[in-house]
C-alpha cells in the first residue's frame, strides 16, 4: 500500500514540481551534505534497501516522499518542517555514505531536494548545482523498483 502511496506522491510531484517548498529559486545552491572523516562499511545492496525501506515500509525512502508530497500543501509550522527535514536528510546521508557504488548517484539525486530544504531553512548556501526534482523522482522510482524484492513488510 505505502509503495503505491509513495508512487502517487512521486507522480503529485512530477505533476506540481517542489520548487515552492523549497522556497528558494531555481538555480540556488544547495546546503553541503555532512561528511565524516571516519571510515565507514559499505552496505550490501539488500541492506542498504533495507535501511531506506524500513522493516515497515517506514524509513527513509517512504517517510522523505511523503514529507515532500504532504509539505507541497501543508500548513504545518517551519519548525516541525526543519525538524523533519533535518533528521529525514541525516538519516539518508548515513545510508549514502554506507551505500553501495550503483546507489550513491540515486542517492545524490534523491537527497538533493531535502538539502535545499535544510539549507532554506538554515539560511545557508552551497556551491553545488541546484536540486532537479527530476532528477529525484527518477532516483525515487528506480530506489523503490529496485529495493521491492526486498522489501520484508509483508504489505
Same mark, same amino acid.
Do not use: W
Given at each position: 500500500m ?12 512530477? #505533476?506540481?514540481g +517542489?520548487?515552492?517548498?523549497?522556497g528558494?529559486? *531555481?538555480?540556488?545552491?544547495?546546503s ?6 571516519e571510515? #565507514?562499511?559499505q ?6 534497501? $533495507? *535501511? ?13 516522499i511523503?514529507?515532500?508530497? #504532504?509539505?507541497?500543501s ?6 516541525i518542517?526543519? =525538524? ?8 539518508l546521508? $548515513?545510508?549514502?555514505?554506507? !551505500?553501495?557504488? *550503483? ?15 535544510v539549507s532554506?531553512? =538554515? ?9 532537479d526534482? *527530476? !532528477?529525484?523522482?527518477? !532516483?525515487? $522510482?528506480?530506489?523503490?523498483?529496485? +529495493?521491492? #524484492? ?6
Amino acid at each position: 500500500m505505502r509503495k503505491t502511496a509513495a508512487f502517487l506522491a512521486l507522480a503529485l510531484l512530477s #505533476v506540481t514540481g +517542489c520548487s515552492a517548498i523549497l522556497g528558494v529559486e *531555481e538555480g540556488q545552491p544547495l546546503s553541503a551534505a555532512s561528511e565524516s572523516a571516519e571510515p #565507514v562499511t559499505q552496505l550490501t545492496k539488500k541492506e542498504a534497501c $533495507v *535501511e531506506l525501506f524500513g522493516m515497515k515500509q517506514d524509513g527513509p525512502l517512504f517517510e522523505s516522499i511523503e514529507f515532500i508530497s #504532504v509539505t507541497m500543501s501543508s500548513d504545518t509550522s517551519d519548525d516541525i518542517l526543519e =525538524n523533519t527535514a533535518i533528521r529525514l536528510l541525516n538519516e539518508l546521508n $548515513v545510508i549514502h555514505r554506507q !551505500a553501495p557504488d *550503483e546507489f550513491v548517484p540515486l542517492l545524490d539525486d534523491y537527497i538533493a531536494p531535502l538539502d535545499e530544504m535544510v539549507s532554506a531553512f =538554515n539560511g545557508t548556501l552551497y556551491d553545488g548545482p541546484s536540486a532537479d526534482i *527530476e !532528477a529525484f523522482k527518477a !532516483a525515487g $522510482v528506480e530506489l523503490l523498483e529496485t +529495493c521491492e #524484492v526486498y522489501d520484508q513488510s509483508g504489505l
